[in-house]
């Protein structure tokens, strides 16, 4: 008998993906650098379908029904170099490898010209749900030819997520174009994650909720526009009490956000084709700052807003000590010490919040339900922006490299399977269906009917943030994308004017064509045209 498919790699990911094939049905050929990975997989999950497990490359590729289809799932960098320099030798012309790691798209490039002067079809699919996806069904976003797609289309349709039954996978464009998407899909997650968060620290923060009441709000808001993995998730996890202190979950976590680059990468590529991705930079930056603890050691002593600048609402209420300390409190709130944050936890969280810990409830008591209101619509708003720049840095992608990547399909496939799916994806496959030249998803007119029916609210949100120092670096950014994009004139033109003067860098004007370059030094300044 001959295998399908192969996988090589079988740690968590190769495992699962390996046995997603089996369970539909594919015989699957199964090799790992150590064998013993191998003889778990079979071992362990061999009733699950077929699987022919090989020793070496050469018995691995002998096992392939032709053209070969064999995945490789080896971490991503050096280690995906060696492996394909391993098996290209072995296969034959017409013969297909993909990658299925994170690897970066410009090394997909590179691989895929390089393979494709061999004679093979490189494939570089990103693959997203983390190993739960990849055995009972991933996003899929694969990069190749149009060939390596027949080929592989069948087996991708069959194993990825399906949402109203349509498969979450479609041949996103040539070479690089699947690990591109694959990069802004998780550039998006850090950007989501971080408006979440922000969500969070607002909540508790200025709202006063515990986190079981958050873990309510969230649950609540996962019943409406905001409905996604993420957000039900969250839920989860605040609703989470730590077994061994009995205090909230995310109360025992170090607050210190790691990374594992695809974020920085998207980030550095929007640089590179000057796509304004500010909400998702900041997602990044903002875990960036999180891990410093250098930085927070020592600018934390550094003063929040004094009381003079508190609130209305919060000089009304509360009692003068517990106003006091709540202004005190404002700025370390987030940054509260060991002692602070135990006095958050629980129900009587709210208590203290209210009172002795001086961790102040900044929103009056009736108000609060109209500020968790107030926070959703700023979520929403914000998330429209992050998910905007995203797509548009895709589209700066698809462009500089020729990709034609249709946009609506991207999204269409992000519905399921992956970690940002939701209901929202298939309001931008909407969009773009409905417009799909439109220059930005921001005007497309779903999302500028909730982007203005937003906007005061976001608008007092990052306001309120601002006033009580809690940093909300996500919100603002994607506010001030809004209101830049929006405006009527930006004051770029004292930029231009700035880089005339000192680098006769000159200028365009607003009333006629042509480029222009005032000679400063002059006396009368004239005006030249360059
Ligand atoms: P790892 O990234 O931890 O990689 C381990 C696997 O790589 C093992 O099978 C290991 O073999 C093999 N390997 C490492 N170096 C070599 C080498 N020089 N030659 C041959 N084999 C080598 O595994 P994961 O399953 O976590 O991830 C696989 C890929 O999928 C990565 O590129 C990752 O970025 C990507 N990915 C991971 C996700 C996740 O949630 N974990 C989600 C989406 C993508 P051995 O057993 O012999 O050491």
Redesign the pocket.
């Known amino acids: 008998e001959k295998a399908d498919i192969g996988v090589t ?6 495992r699962n993906l390996a046995r997603n094939l089996a369970r539909h049905g594919y015989a699957v050929a199964v090799h ?3 064998e013993a ?1 191998t003889k778990a997989l079979v071992e362990e999950f061999g009733g699950e379908g077929t699987f022919l497990p090989a020793a070496t490359p050469e018995e691995f590729v002998a096992s392939l029904e032709r053209p070969r289809r064999v995945v490789v ?4 960098g050096a ?1 995906t170099d ?2 394909i320099e391993e098996f290209a030798p072995l296969l034959e012309p017409g013969d297909v490898i993909v990658d ?3 690897a970066h798209f410009l090394d997909t490039r590179r691989r895929e010209a390089a393979l494709r002067e061999r004679g093979l079809h490189f494939v570089g699919t990103g ?2 749900g ?2 739960e996806g990849a055995l009972n069904g991933p996003s899929i976003m694969p990069g190749g030819s149009a060939e390596s797609w027949e080929a592989l289309g069948p087996l991708f349709e069959s194993i990825a997520a399906k949402v109203d039954g349509v498969p979450c996978t479609t041949h996103i464009g040539p070479d690089g174009a699947g690990h591109f998407v694959k990069m802004v899909h998780n550039g998006i997650e850090y950007a989501d994650m971080q408006l979440i968060a922000e969500s969070y620290d607002l909540l508790r923060h200025a709202g006063g909720h515990s986190p079981a009441e958050m873990a309510e709000i969230f649950r609540t808001w996962n019943a409406g526009r905001l409905d996604s993995y993420l957000i039900e998730i969250t839920a989860d996890i605040l609703a989470h009490t730590d077994p061994e202190t009995g205090r909230p979950f995310v109360d025992v976590v170090l607050d210190q956000a790691e990374q594992k680059g695809t974020g920085r990468w998207t980030v550095q590529t929007a640089l590179d084709l000057g796509s304004p991705v500010n909400g998702i930079a900041e997602a990044v930056f903002a875990r960036s700052v999180s891990g410093h603890a250098d930085l927070r050691e020592a600018a934390h002593s550094l003063p929040g807003p004094s009381r003079s600048a508190a609130p209305a609402d919060r000089a009304a209420s509360g009692d003068e000590a517990g106003r006091g300390a709540s202004a005190d409190g404002a700025e370390p709130a987030a940054f509260a010490g060991e002692a602070g944050r135990a006095a958050l936890a629980g129900e009587a969280g709210r208590a203290a919040l209210a009172g002795e810990a001086g961790r102040g409830a900044f929103v009056d008591e009736a108000e609060r339900g109209a500020f968790a209101d107030k926070v959703e619509k700023a979520l929403y708003a914000s998330k429209i922006v992050a998910y905007a720049q995203g797509f548009d840095e895709i589209r700066a992608g698809s462009d500089e490299y020729g990709w034609d990547i249709d946009l609506g399909a991207t999204a269409a496939i992000w519905r399921g399977g992956c970690i940002i799916r939701a209901e929202f994806l298939d309001r931008i496959r909407a969009a773009y269906e409905g417009d799909p030249a439109t220059p930005t998803l921001l005007t497309t007119p779903d999302f500028a009917e909730a982007l203005a029916d937003a906007q005061d609210a976001w608008r007092e949100v990052v306001a309120t943030a601002v006033r009580l120092g809690i940093p909300v670096p996500g919100f603002s950014a994607a506010l001030a994308y809004y209101d830049s994009l929006r405006a009527d004139r930006l004051p770029a033109a004292l930029i231009q004017s700035q880089r005339d003067y000192f680098g006769a860098h000159t200028y365009r004007r607003v009333d006629k064509d042509g480029t222009f370059h005032t000679l400063w030094a002059e006396d009368p300044r004239t005006e030249v045209t360059r």
């Open positions: 790699g079988l740690a968590v990911m190769g790992n650098r150590t990975r799932m080896v971490k991503a280690p060696a492996v299925g790691g994170n693959i997203s983390g190993e």
